[in-house]
């Protein structure tokens, strides 16, 4: 690389904990998921740190296991855009992102709603969109269970486009132009009710590795956030996404590729090992493991032991022992997989539930994580990260104080925000208006 030229710079976002066994909700530090003291720490350490956007997931239905309300679930978590809001009058630069579901929201609705954050945070606003096909989080909408799992995408993607027509009906500085959408999943018409927004858009986030994700996200997303390995496969990853964009006419910056990762953090190498290995212990306890097998299997596995071989019956594809969460695509497959694992290195079940259930994890001492970072986009793995913390709210307390003073050392992070919108932040075009 030339001398004069400027290394490849790192996205950040942050990852509000909640939904998942990332959380370690045993650690005496683990505050409320409800308080917005809580949100406003994180929101709040995320912008000291110049982060990109603060990231809040969220689900319409609370999952079940066995037909009780699965204990890592959380309860009572507000609703995302209503967080937001209130986030936009504690924060000045960060993005706020929100994830709405494209199944069970109404396009003219849902744009209202992301286009007044967008105002009232300045031109922070941005969507994460998902799907849903299950039946179980149709029961708590009029429509039920009605879409088909091959028709999500259709339907998201015909939303967003619906959603940018709504945004581009009233042009820069004029009155509101009627609109007239006709199409296979939604036909509406009238004048939209928000002027357009400081960033014409706000910006699209699209989560999935699928290949119809992976499509999804090329043709209509700013951000995709996905989950991969290690280096070479977020380079693969990397390249498969960003050659699809020029069948849609997009350039490859046109597209962010944010993986969620975790980190732990040690003064040497070996003291970070064990810090990681002690919080994966706490965040896939005993009984975390036999539910998270029978995720898998499908069937109760509530006799086997935690510190046992893994079960030596076949899964059934077919179970409706977990409801409301996305079901493994290949059930045999992935037992097969997690079996090959076992006996290679001798895992008992919670082993493999550790090994096999970890995000992508930057593991080391400040320096090391900053250098395993900037390698990860040097090398196009991906243009930045959303990172999940294991503590709830000060759980990225640590890693602005500690690794973004050394990313900004070595030239591949802000010192400061140069920008006011989210789409500054992330080098993304602002939308032209109509004419």
């Known amino acids: 690389m030339n001398d004069r030229q400027q290394p490849r710079q790192i996205h950040l976002a942050a990852h509000f904990p909640g939904v998942n066994n990332t959380t370690v909700w045993a650690d005496p530090r683990s505050g409320s998921q409800i308080d917005f003291s809580s949100f406003d720490h994180l929101a709040r350490t995320a912008e000291r740190g110049l982060f990109d956007f603060f990231f809040l997931a969220e689900g319409l239905r609370l999952r079940e296991h066995g037909g009780r309300i699965h204990d890592l679930d959380v309860l009572g978590r507000p609703e995302s855009l209503t967080v937001l809001n209130a986030l936009a009058a504690v924060t000045d630069r960060l993005g706020l992102a929100a994830t709405v579901n494209a199944t069970f929201n109404e396009p003219y609705e849902l744009a209202r709603r992301l286009a007044s954050l967008d105002h009232l945070s300045g031109g922070r606003a941005a969507w994460n969109v998902v799907t849903s096909s299950d039946a179980f989080t149709g029961e708590n909408f009029r429509r039920g269970g009605y879409l088909d799992r091959a028709d999500r995408y259709t339907r998201a993607a015909e939303f967003v486009a619906t959603a940018r027509e709504l945004w581009d009906s009233w042009p820069e500085g004029g009155a509101p132009r009627p609109f007239a959408h006709r199409g296979e999943q939604f036909d509406i018409e009238g004048r939209f009710g928000v002027p357009r927004s400081p960033q014409g858009h706000p910006v699209v986030i699209q989560a999935g590795d699928s290949d119809e994700g992976r499509e999804f996200a090329a043709s209509a997303a700013d951000i995709i956030f996905t989950r991969h390995g290690g280096l070479e496969a977020g380079r693969a990853f990397y390249a498969d996404v960003k050659r699809r964009l020029a069948a849609y006419g997009r350039a490859p910056g046109d597209l962010k590729i944010m993986p969620g990762v975790t980190f732990v953090l040690g003064d040497t190498a070996a003291e970070a090992q064990e810090r990681a290995a002690e919080i994966r212990r706490q965040q896939v306890s005993p009984q975390t493991a036999i539910l998270t097998l029978e995720q ?50 001798g895992l008992s079940i919670r082993q493999t539930v550790i090994e096999t259930t970890g995000r992508q994890s930057f593991i080391g001492t400040p320096e090391a994580v900053a250098g395993d970072m900037a390698r990860f986009v040097r090398d196009e793995a991906a243009d930045g990260f959303i990172l999940v913390p294991h503590l709830t709210p000060g759980g990225l307390d640590e890693f602005v104080d500690r690794v973004v003073p050394l990313l900004q050392e070595r030239g591949v992070f802000r010192t400061a925000y140069t920008g006011h919108t989210l789409r500054d932040h992330l080098g993304l075009s602002r939308p032209a208006a109509p004419e």
């Not at 077919?318 to 997690?338: E, F, M, N, T, Y």
Request: glycine share 10%; aromatic share 6%; hydrophobic share 35%.
């Open 296 to 345: 898998v299997w499908g069937v109760d596995l509530s006799g086997y032991d935690p510190d046992g071989p893994l079960p030596d019956i076949d899964p059934d594809p077919g179970s409706q022992l977990v409801q409301g969460r996305v079901r493994h695509a290949d059930p045999l497959a992935i037992a097969a997989k997690w079996r090959a694992l076992s006996e290679e290195k």
